[in-house]
């Protein structure tokens, strides 16, 4: 009995001790969490997105070299409500900047005036939106992107083609921008005539079934141009599942290891070059520097260029190509 009583002196002491270090413990990790100069947001069209999220990549890179907490969040899977429904939140949060794919919609003008009178500036990447009142646009000159891929297909094709083209969605920016960019340049000869457009709602899949449909109803098709990032793949599978006689010459968009991999086995002729990892950067810059109360452009075009065998090798980018340039 005569130890039971220290023992019991004993036990209080040492829980006092344990805690008291667990509290310190605590208080000294929190003197040590991460203070961010900027909070920025960066939308994407859908989470999962191979191409997004080399934007977030290049996003990333640039907020961890100026201490800028960077924040990635967006719908699985594309949609527009809810990307206007993210926005929104965002602007309630407070956050210091955003940056998203621009948009046609009237609700996204009023999204970006409302955040503009709480002080937070909204960018667009990937895809403008000019008239809505956005800071800034970074990302590529998409007309451009589709004039060359016309030219490509002048150049590199003879005789009487008849084209398709996979869309991504036909009411978005960038790709009426590249649609009608394509267009313009393979309005230059009369041996070239567009055939057929069909949407493939931005997924391989789509895209694939787009091309079977397309290859069934007009067997004629020389040539299929993808204009988004998914669609090159999606095409090469609708092709082998139709198996035509001839394999049609295909411009595809992006450099996606996929389609990197497809242009070196010969299933992609060549596809149109754009950095997303470049945009991702660049907008959080200019994001900084605007935050900063400096003078930034108010649109800032990215690297455009045409990729096909020659600047791959094991599926891997070796050379860069050339920036394109409008005649």
């Known amino acids: 009995m005569r130890y039971i009583f220290p023992i019991l002196i004993l036990i209080p002491f040492l829980l006092m001790l344990y805690f008291g270090k667990e509290t310190f413990y605590i208080e000294d990790s929190l003197k040590e969490a991460q203070t961010y100069d900027y909070h920025f947001v960066l939308i994407t069209e859908e989470v999962g997105n191979q191409y997004w999220r080399l934007i977030e990549k290049g996003a990333k890179d640039a907020a961890a070299n100026h201490n800028i907490y960077l924040e990635y969040i967006g719908p699985k899977v594309s949609d527009t409500e809810e990307i206007l429904a993210t926005l929104d939140r965002m602007i309630a949060a407070g956050v210091d900047g955003i940056m998203t794919k621009g948009m046609n919609e009237e ?3 009023e999204l970006v005036h409302k955040a503009s009178e709480q002080n937070i500036p909204v960018a667009t990447v990937d895809t403008d939106s000019e008239g809505s009142g956005r800071e800034f646009y970074v990302g590529t000159d998409n007309y451009l992107a589709g004039y060359l891929a016309g030219e490509n297909l002048i150049e590199n094709t003879s005789g009487e083609q008849k084209v398709a083209v996979i869309i991504g969605l036909s009411s978005a920016q960038n790709q009426i921008e590249r649609l009608e960019g394509f267009k313009d340049a393979i309005s230059q000869t009369n041996r070239i005539e567009l055939i057929a457009v069909s949407e493939s709602n931005i997924t391989e899949l789509g895209a694939a079934q787009a091309t079977y449909r397309l290859l069934k109803v007009h067997p004629e098709i020389t040539a299929i141009f993808g204009i988004s990032a998914l669609d090159g793949i999606g095409i090469v599978k609708g092709i082998e599942e139709m198996q035509p006689t001839e394999k049609p010459y295909v411009i595809s968009f ?5 389609t990197l991999d497809a242009i070196e086995k010969g299933h992609i002729d060549v596809t149109i070059a754009q950095y997303p990892e470049e945009m991702g950067q660049l907008a959080v810059e200019q994001m900084r520097t605007l935050k900063n109360n400096q003078k930034v452009e108010t649109i800032l075009h990215t690297s455009t260029g045409i990729v096909d065998a020659s600047h791959i090798r ?13 005649p």
Not at 254 to 258: A, G, M, R, Y
Request: aromatic share 4%.
């Open 107 to 109: 609700e996204f003008s």
């Open 314 to 326: 094991n599926g891997e980018l070796i050379e860069p190509p050339k920036e394109g340039e409008l």
């Open 254 to 258: 992006d450099i996606l290891p996929e």
